[in-house]
């Protein structure tokens, strides 16, 4: 039988409610203008609430600081039949212990499976995230671990030290660390990803180190330390605006090959200089990757050029059980020699089903497009295409070559593809 939720959106109609019969509670209580006071005693009234298995709590952009923070947990530790557990506290005034202060009361609650917690914009700092992972390695029975710690200047040493003390989490089977916009460089990159690789029992891993200035040794050796996640099937890495050129790509590309039982990869690489070199080696290192199914990248400016599109597809095409490919490659200049040749070793991704291209902005003309669509035209068991073309240089002659080449395509029954700043939307072709 499904329990039934129950919803909150102002303190005092919780305070006054029958706090006993909660199991399943939702309480929204962002920009109230919440204090430590009134966390403390929203604390209170929940420690009441001995029979809540599963609590989401949005306390967001408040004023809560270290007395608030501290309350809230030692009264969540009476929570003992807790074990699922959404905390928002981003954009409060939380300082370096008192992060750490909280979790070290949630360890009480032994029941505890799943915990979402969001710390982003606080002032954590690089003492505040150790001290934070260290306190979660105690929470034994953690399975499922979200955290956001985004925009807390927690620097290399948070970085180390947080994935260190992760680590003892030994049944932690999911992880999504938001780090994005911390000051964390080489050195942090490749002690957090030293951390990890004793995440033995690891299978689902969301990384994002957006906005950070991790250049070439930090995306290598996050890539090599990855390599030991053995158990890893589901990656989501995040390296967007930051400083890694060609090395580093194919550095961590090689460094994902090793891992062995990755199925599910999305990479985020946009706003970097990896360049034409570094793209073709970080596909010709994903190609070892002998599992991968479902592949995502995102490689906006990243001057990859024609050679760099034409060495990626090459690259691709010894992704042999690829069947979902999602490529973004906007603003790149690739040209008409890079679109023919992205789409010509495409062409012998012989299982790919699913694939969506998106090449606007690129400096493709008619001949691009026309050789584009005769490479993709043998991809035999092509189901679904989204071409995005926009802001290119194709008149009507260069959609008329495309239209005519993907009409080859049998087995395709969805298509979309965008134009001229149109929009076309074809079924059951």
């Given at each position: 039988m499904r329990q039934q939720i129950t919803k909150y959106y102002k303190l005092e109609e919780f305070i006054n409610s029958s706090l006993l019969s909660h199991q399943v509670l939702h309480i929204y209580l962002s920009n109230n203008y919440i204090g430590d006071e009134d966390a403390s005693g929203l604390g209170s009234a929940l420690a009441n609430c001995i029979n809540l298995s599963n609590l989401a709590l949005d306390l967001s952009n408040n004023y809560i600081s270290a007395m608030g923070a501290s309350g809230l947990g030692s009264a969540l530790a009476n929570c003992i039949n807790l074990s699922n557990l959404t905390l928002n506290l981003s954009n409060n005034q939380i300082g370096i212990a008192d992060a750490s202060g909280l979790i070290s009361a949630l360890t009480n609650c032994i029941n505890l499976s799943n915990l979402t917690l969001v710390l982003r914009e606080n002032?954590?700092?690089?003492?505040?995230?150790?001290?934070?992972?260290?306190?979660?390695?105690?929470?034994?029975?953690?399975?499922?671990?979200?955290?956001?710690?985004?925009?807390?200047?927690?620097?290399?040493?948070?970085?180390?030290?947080?994935?260190?003390?992760?680590?003892?989490?030994?049944?932690?089977?999911?992880?999504?660390?938001?780090?994005?916009?911390?000051?964390?460089?080489?050195?942090?990159?490749?002690?957090?990803?030293?951390?990890?690789?004793?995440?033995?029992?690891l299978s689902n891993l969301t990384?994002?180190?957006?906005?950070?200035?991790?250049?070439?040794?930090?995306?290598?050796?996050?890539?090599?330390?990855?390599?030991?996640?053995?158990?890893?099937?589901?990656?989501?890495?995040?390296?967007?605006?930051?400083?890694?050129?060609?090395?580093?790509?194919?550095?961590?590309?090689?460094?994902?090959?090793?891992?062995?039982?990755?199925?599910?990869?999305?990479?985020?690489?946009?706003?970097?200089?990896?360049?034409?070199?570094?793209?073709?080696?970080?596909?010709?290192?994903?190609?070892?990757?002998?599992?991968?199914?479902?592949?995502?990248?995102?490689?906006?400016?990243?001057?990859?050029?024609?050679?760099?599109?034409?060495?990626?597809?090459?690259?691709l095409e010894n992704c042999i059980n690829l069947s979902n490919l999602t490529l973004y490659l906007y603003g790149n200049q690739i040209g008409d020699a890079g679109a023919s040749g992205l789409g010509s070793g495409l062409a012998n991704c012989i299982n790919l089903s699913n694939l969506t291209l998106d090449l606007h902005g690129n400096q493709i003309g008619d001949a691009g497009a026309s050789g584009l669509g005769s490479g993709l035209a043998n991809c035999i068991n092509l189901s679904n295409l989204t071409l995005k073309l926009e802001e290119n240089q194709i008149s009507a002659m260069g959609a008329s070559g495309l239209g005519s080449a993907l009409a080859n395509c049998v087995n395709l029954s969805y298509l979309t593809l965008w134009l001229m700043q149109k929009q076309f939307i074809c079924f059951g072709l």
């Amino acid at each position: 039988m499904r329990q039934q939720i129950t919803k909150y959106y102002k303190l005092e109609e919780f305070i006054n409610s029958s706090l006993l019969s909660h199991q399943v509670l939702h309480i929204y209580l962002s920009n109230n203008y919440i204090g430590d006071e009134d966390a403390s005693g929203l604390g209170s009234a929940l420690a009441n609430c001995i029979n809540l298995s599963n609590l989401a709590l949005d306390l967001s952009n408040n004023y809560i600081s270290a007395m608030g923070a501290s309350g809230l947990g030692s009264a969540l530790a009476n929570c003992i039949n807790l074990s699922n557990l959404t905390l928002n506290l981003s954009n409060n005034q939380i300082g370096i212990a008192d992060a750490s202060g909280l979790i070290s009361a949630l360890t009480n609650c032994i029941n505890l499976s799943n915990l979402t917690l969001v710390l982003r914009e606080n002032q954590i700092g690089a003492m505040g995230a150790s001290g934070l992972g260290s306190a979660l390695a105690n929470c034994i029975n953690l399975s499922n671990l979200t955290l956001d710690l985004g925009s807390n200047q927690i620097g290399d040493e948070g970085a180390s030290g947080l994935g260190s003390a992760l680590a003892n989490c030994i049944n932690l089977s999911n992880l999504t660390l938001d780090l994005g916009c911390n000051k964390i460089r080489d050195v942090g990159a490749s002690g957090l990803g030293s951390g990890l690789a004793n995440y033995i029992n690891l299978s689902n891993l969301t990384l994002d180190l957006s906005g950070n200035q991790i250049g070439d040794a930090g995306a290598s050796g996050l890539g090599s330390t990855l390599a030991n996640c053995i158990n890893l099937s589901n990656l989501a890495l995040n390296l967007s605006w930051n400083e890694i050129g060609a090395m580093g790509a194919s550095g961590l590309g090689s460094g994902l090959a090793n891992c062995i039982n990755l199925s599910n990869l999305t990479l985020d690489l946009r706003e970097n200089q990896i360049g034409a070199m570094g793209t073709s080696g970080l596909g010709s290192a994903l190609a070892n990757c002998i599992n991968l199914s479902n592949l995502t990248l995102y490689l906006y400016w990243n001057k990859i050029g024609a050679m760099g599109a034409s060495g990626l597809g090459s690259a691709l095409e010894n992704c042999i059980n690829l069947s979902n490919l999602t490529l973004y490659l906007y603003g790149n200049q690739i040209g008409d020699a890079g679109a023919s040749g992205l789409g010509s070793g495409l062409a012998n991704c012989i299982n790919l089903s699913n694939l969506t291209l998106d090449l606007h902005g690129n400096q493709i003309g008619d001949a691009g497009a026309s050789g584009l669509g005769s490479g993709l035209a043998n991809c035999i068991n092509l189901s679904n295409l989204t071409l995005k073309l926009e802001e290119n240089q194709i008149s009507a002659m260069g959609a008329s070559g495309l239209g005519s080449a993907l009409a080859n395509c049998v087995n395709l029954s969805y298509l979309t593809l965008w134009l001229m700043q149109k929009q076309f939307i074809c079924f059951g072709l």
